[in-house]
């Protein structure tokens, strides 16, 4: 059982690193990837290109200025009550007091 979680982690490190890896290799290709003179037209189709202007939101959201101070947290003195569910399916007897 023990060998089979430690493979797994393992696995799941590899995995990590090399999807790290992939992702740095991709942005280094995106970023220096080049083109012959004579593409420099805007219609190119090129799909590195492609992914620079794609899905990225460039609005910006104005909100109102903040002039008043705002309490976040308020101390309370209480003592929560320590939640204890009833077990029915006990596996051995509770042990008997001794006086």
Known sequence: ???????RGVFVRAVCVLSIALVCVM?????????????????????ICATAHAGISTQTAAS???????????????????F????????RPPPALAF
Request: glycine share 2%.
């Open 1 to 7: 059982m023990l060998s089979v979680s430690a493979n």
């Open 27 to 47: 942005g280094t290709v995106q970023a220096t990837h080049s083109h012959p003179e004579n593409s420099t037209t805007s219609h190119h189709t090129c799909s």
């Open 64 to 82: 109102a200025p903040v002039l008043v101070t705002a309490a976040l947290a308020i101390l309370v003195a209480e003592v929560s009550v320590i």
């Open 84 to 91: 204890r569910p009833v077990i029915t399916q006990f596996i």
